[in-house]
């Protein structure tokens, strides 16, 4: 070993894992050093959440990390996200709503058994020169502008190493947060347990109607990440290459309490109870169990990321939502990718003070505008014509800005950060404005809206838009100028978006026009919108075809 190496990572899981592969890919000659308190390779069943990738991290793996051969080889693809919303009968699955998509997306994505994945990655990232040493727990770090020193435990001895840069990667242990007190709440009480059954799993077993079964291709429900939903909760049967299958509960504490759900036994009358035909399928004698994990208020927030003094977070030591839309490693993918910048630009001797503040603040606001997706919205989850005009809604948005960014390296581009996130009126600024608003107006909507609906099903590509944002996420728009043209469409098109959905909405509940102009950035059910002045957007037919799609009632 070195006396001093560029970068020591705390956390050998897979946000340390694929920092040190997306450095090493960069530049070779970084030295890393990758300290695991695991004394062996991680174990096939090593159950962790966050075995399902949605578009952003899939590219992060596929193409920044080069990983598309393995992934295509020896993980499953996965068919998007499928939810079943609430009914009066449980017991049948093919009466309940379904949303999902009918055919296989063209942005791809993947089901990934965690165990397997990690040990590849340990095994990839020492081809690439990384240096990996197990039962090593660092206890603390002392920084020092000429080389910070990591203390550490490795075989009952206490041992110090240098490095100009430490990373904590130590999930929720959280080394240096606890250390330098930059602990922050996430207003977000929602807690998780899950499991792992051995075989496969299929949905399309759960009834005998034939109709139902032939509707989709075969196994295009298997390998889709589903998700039966109702207030306060969803249950999540996630297949697994190993031929296994994960089956979590993710529930809001103030409707469905830890204390009935946090035991293996308590999980199954639950199940039964909210879930009876699930738990006909997922609920396999205790002993047959591969593993049980407990998670209560998972999600946290952080006070700092990035710091120009050579220390930093990823994963989980920073910050955590929701597994709900599957969002874990796009935020490793965001976080990894601001941080090998920044170590990146480092040992090539740059100036990096400014490039720290903007990735540290970006970071931290990205959170605290996605926050409104989750918080209080479990109480959604139990109203099907909200719940859908919602998905329908963050994906939209994902789709189209935060993947398009992320695919184009946006987010990395100061002068692309500049444009869209500095100014007031900046598009960045007025997309997390424009979310929350829509956040706030799903909630609103709820006092006013109470129908189950039954018999229909529902795929993201019966809307034009939508088909149009997913196939766009991986376009190559080849300059920062070209890139902020399209956000500046994407963003136009998300306008049109709100101010329809609302429009349907507040003639439901309010009884105004359905060809209302509306100002979409003043849309509220109890405030008086702005329909006159030079911001309020009328019809756009094209919009109003679409949303027309996810509205249940009769179409106006």
Not at 471 to 500: D, V
């Amino acid at each position: 070993m070195q006396k001093q190496y560029d970068v020591i990572i705390a956390g050998g899981g897979l946000a340390g894992l694929t920092l040190s592969i997306q450095i090493k890919r960069a530049n070779p000659d970084v030295s890393i050093l990758i300290m695991e308190y695991r004394d062996s390779i991680a174990p096939i069943a090593a159950h962790k959440v966050g075995e399902s990738t949605v578009e952003l991290a899939t590219h992060y793996f596929r193409e920044v990390l080069g990983l598309k051969e393995y992934l295509e080889e020896f993980e499953l693809p996965k068919h998007g996200l499928r939810f079943f919303f609430k009914t009066d009968n449980k017991e049948e699955i093919s009466n309940r709503v379904e949303l999902g998509p009918r055919l296989k997306l063209p942005t791809p994505s993947h089901q990934l058994d965690r165990g397997t994945f990690e040990n590849y990655l340990e095994k990839h990232t020492k081809e690439l020169g990384t240096e990996f040493m197990l039962s090593a727990r660092v206890k603390d770090v002392e920084f020092n502008e000429a080389g910070h020193t990591v203390i550490f435990n490795h075989n009952e001895e206490e041992k110090r190493l240098k490095a100009r840069w430490v990373v904590d990667a130590t999930s929720r242990f959280s080394l240096l947060k606890r250390k330098l007190k930059f602990e922050k709440e996430a207003p977000h009480n929602v807690n998780a347990v899950w499991y792992r059954v051995k075989g496969v799993v299929d949905i399309d077993d759960w009834s005998d109607k034939g109709e139902w079964k032939n509707f989709l291709a075969p196994k295009l429900r298997y390998l889709s990440t589903v998700h039966f939903m109702d207030k306060g909760y969803w249950l999540w049967v996630i297949p697994l290459g190993s031929k296994n299958t994960s089956i979590g509960i993710v529930a809001d504490e103030d409707i469905h309490p830890f204390s009935t759900i946090n035991t293996y036994e308590k999980a199954v009358e639950w199940i039964k109870k909210n879930e009876p035909l699930a738990a006909k399928h997922v609920c396999p004698p205790k002993e047959e169990l591969m593993d049980f994990r407990i998670l209560k208020h998972f999600a946290h927030n952080s006070g700092r990321m990035y710091s120009k003094e050579r220390w930093a977070c990823t994963g989980e030591a920073g910050a955590f939502l929701d597994p709900f839309y599957s969002p874990g490693s796009d935020f490793i993918s965001m976080n990894n990718t601001w941080l090998s910048d920044l170590i990146l630009r480092d040992k090539a001797g740059e100036d990096i003070s400014l490039r720290t503040e903007v990735y540290e603040t970006m970071h931290l606001r990205w959170f605290e505008s996605w926050l409104p997706l989750y918080q209080d919205k479990y109480k959604l989850m139990g109203n099907t014509q909200i719940m859908v005009f919602k998905i329908f809604w963050d994906w939209a948005i994902y789709w189209s800005v935060p993947c398009v960014l992320f695919t184009n390296k946006g987010y990395t581009d100061l002068k692309v950060l500049r444009d869209l996130f500095v100014s007031e009126n900046g598009i960045g600024t007025k997309f997390q404005a424009l979310n929350k608003i829509m956040q706030d107006l799903f909630t609103q909507w709820l006092p006013h809206e109470h129908a189950t609906f039954t018999n229909r099903y529902i795929d993201p590509f019966d809307l034009m838009y939508m088909r149009e944002f997913q196939t766009g996420i991986e376009f190559q728009h080849g300059s920062a100028s070209a890139l902020l043209e399209q956000m500046k469409i994407n963003m136009g098109k998300i306008e049109k978006i709100a101010a329809e959905m609302f429009r349907h909405v507040s003639h439901q509940v309010k009884g105004t026009s359905l060809d209302m102009k509306v100002n979409p950035y003043t849309i509220s059910l109890t405030e008086t919108p702005d329909t006159t002045s030079g911001m309020a957007i009328g019809v756009d037919d094209s919009i109003k075809k679409d949303v027309n799609v996810m509205w249940f009632y009769e179409k106006k």
